[in-house]
T-cell receptor, first 118, second 114 residues
Framework: AQKITQTQPGMFVQEKEAVTLDCTYDTSDQSYGLFWYKQPSSGEMIFLIYQGSYDEQNATEGRYSLNFQKARKSANLVISASQLGDSAMYFCAMRGMARRDSWGKLQFGAGTQVVVTP | EAQVTQNPRYLITVTGKKLTVTCSQNMNHEYMSWYRQDPGLGLRQIYYSMNVEVTDKGDVPEGYKVSRKEKRNFPLILESPSPNQTSLYFC?????????????FGPGTRLTVL
């Protein structure tokens, strides 16, 4: 079975600093995708960044980068130069392929609440 | 604008009163899914659909029904809601169900069952 673990329930970060959100995963699939979503207090789920299991380079999208360490099964999100608008809940998620009951399903972690302070 | 829409956004109801939450996407996506979000548990999949007339159970299907008669619509039906179904519900869609396919989420429906 697939499992996503986010060990940081919450964290404070000062504006303009970088922050790393931890995510580890467990899967027996060879082909899988890793995703990060942001959920602000308004509730919507905003897609941030994607990393494929066969991608050799770490994904980057603007101020977001994904530190992918396949052997350690970790996919940490790095937000550079934090802004007040980055305050939100952040979810790590994984999508596998090998088994029918995992096909298509996004498996989510419990989330990390980030508060950016001035 | 490419989007996933859900209605209603907020709903308060009573135990046993049947309700439907609608979901529609305009991206011609094949794969659609329903999730519920509860504190400390992240999002859990309720049902998913790989295409018209093809649906299957997710992790927490009890108490829910779905149908996929048209590609763009994927309603969630609660035949007899109970208080433990009070939650935040999300509909999501993606081009297909593969590991590289990003799921896009609707705005969420906050349901309270009294």
């Amino acid at each position: 079975a697939q499992k996503i673990t986010q060990t940081q329930p919450g964290m404070f970060v000062q504006e303009k600093e970088a922050v790393t959100l931890d995510c580890t995963y467990d899967t027996s699939d060879q082909s899988y995708g890793l995703f990060w979503y942001k959920q602000p207090s308004s509730g919507e789920m905003i897609f941030l960044i994607y990393q494929g299991s066969y991608d050799e380079q770490n994904a980057t999208e603007g101020r977001y980068s994904l530190n992918f360490q396949k052997a350690r099964k970790s996919a940490n999100l790095v937000i550079s130069a934090s802004q007040l608008g980055d305050s939100a809940m952040y979810f790590c998620a994984m999508r596998g392929m090998a088994r029918r009951d995992s096909w298509g399903k996004l498996q989510f972690g419990a989330g990390t609440q980030v508060v950016v302070t001035p | 604008e490419a989007q996933v829409t859900q209605n209603p956004r907020y709903l308060i109801t009573v135990t046993g009163k049947k309700l439907t939450v609608t979901c529609s996407q305009n991206m011609n996506h094949e794969y659609m899914s329903w999730y519920r979000q509860d504190p400390g548990l992240g999002l859990r999949q309720i049902y998913y659909s790989m295409n018209v007339e093809v649906t299957d159970k997710g992790d927490v299907p009890e108490g829910y029904k779905v149908s996929r008669k048209e590609k763009r619509n994927f309603p969630l039906i609660l035949e007899s809601p109970s208080p433990n179904q009070t939650s935040l519900y999300f509909c999501a869609s993606s081009l297909a169900g593969g590991p590289t396919d990003t799921q896009y989420f609707g705005p969420g429906t906050r349901l309270t069952v009294l």
